[in-house]
């Protein structure tokens, strides 16, 4: 089935040259399992697990049936001076798997709005405490953080920005970590870049530690071409912000729900941030829905200083919607009983191993990976053709595997549910892709 020119023209789709799309759609008609089927029934093996979301895999019958009992039961609940059981149950299972110090849950409905709301909570917690002059915000060249004002402003991706001329004011960026001179073809965490946090403290020494209220990172970038964080450089990050009354917040809209092998990035590097952002395998993305893991300090210096009968002037119509609440109990529930966590870091290795099989390759220029996401960043093809991502995600969907691209870096990320046969098929039809692309 094609879409008529009516169709095509109605939807203006987001992060996508929608001409270059509608020249020749590529259309999912259903999922299941690893794999995507086109409206042609073309089989497609999803090695980016949707949007980096999917993470136990499409249309897992535990998730769908708990969705479809709670839409019959009540399809929507409202949040405010109200409540339903279902987001109180899976608020408390969401803390038994994030840090022990992160013990409230604020829900949202996007990564987005994660981000938005943890800025929003950093604010209001100085606020309340009479230290509203604490209000500078740092995010981190390279970072991204969703498409909210909060978000694009601490972000660091400049294609991301640019169109964009009244972002917030007060917000400063960290340097990013990548260092390819040092860390090119790095297997897991970088030896170098631990002194890049120590710009925190330069920042610090201009702007004074009495007037920033957070600082805001992803342990690993996911969208900026997957860079991993040097040995010791958040826990420098942690140390800095500790020393200095502010807050720091981990993104963990990608690294959560088992994507480096662990619940979260701040257990694999034993980082403990005062606020945690997450979103896409929440619900497995079968409902939308993000969150902010906050630290008990945090809630309770709001609960007991409000200034007003409501502590936090802030929230979503769909904040704890029951759908995506009875889809994230029904997940949690997958990602344990199959132990996909676990099986993330079983197959840590054996994937890291077949992604650095492709430095071979002389368009090859670095790789770098951590748990079950992996970046391929590739030479410049030539000045004039600026397309080497796309062409390479074409001649990939061609043969049967959808990768991302951002730029001239592919980036692998499949659900966690991927065999070994199946990661070699990735790394293989990538592989061929590559070499017909030059």
Known sequence: MKLSRKEKNSYWMPYTDNEWFKKKPKLLDS???????????????????????????????????????????????????????ASFEFAEKLTSILPKTIDSVFFTNSGSEAVDTALKIALAYFHCQGKGEKKKLIGRARGYHGSGFGGTSVGGIVANRNQFSNLLNGVIHLPHTHIPEKNSFSWGQPKYGKEKAEALIDIINF?????????????????????????????????????????????????????????????????????????????????????????????????????????????????????????????????????????????????????????????????????????????????KNKTLGRDIFEECFKNGVMVRFTGNTIALSPPLIINKKQIDLVFDVLSHSIKRCF
Request: net charge positive; with cysteine; proline share 3%.
């Open 207 to 383: 702007h004074g530690s009495e007037n920033i209220a957070a600082v805001i990172v992803e342990p690993v970038a996911g969208s900026t071409g997957v860079l991993v964080p040097p040995i010791g450089y958040l826990e420098k990050l942690r140390e800095i912000c500790t020393k200095n009354n502010i807050l720091l917040i981990f993104d963990e809209v990608i690294t959560g729900f088992g994507r480096v092998g662990d619940s979260f990035a701040s257990e694999r590097f034993k980082v403990i941030p005062d606020m945690i952002t997450m979103a896409k395998g929440i619900t497995n993305a079968t409902v939308p829905m993000g969150a902010v893991g906050v630290n008990a300090r945090i809630y309770e210096m709001l609960i007991k200083n409000k200034k007003e009968k409501i502590e936090l002037f802030h929230g979503y119509t769909y904040s704890g919607h029951p759908l995506a609440c009875a889809a994230g109990l029904a997940t949690l529930e997958v990602y344990q009983e199959e132990k996909l966590f676990e099986r993330a870091k079983g197959l840590e290795k054996y994937f890291g191993n077949k992604a650095h099989s492709l430095s071979k390759l002389n368009m090859v220029k670095d790789i770098r990976n951590i748990g079950l996401v992996a970046g391929i960043e590739l030479e410049a093809r030539d000045k």
């Open 31 to 85: 999922a299941n399992g690893m794999y995507y089927k086109t409206n042609s029934g073309k089989k497609i093996l999803d090695a980016v697990a949707g949007l980096w979301c999917v993470n136990a895999g499409h249309c897992r019958e535990k998730i769908v049936k708990a969705v479809q009992d709670q839409v019959q039961k009540m399809d929507y609940g409202l949040s405010f001076q109200m409540g339903h059981k």
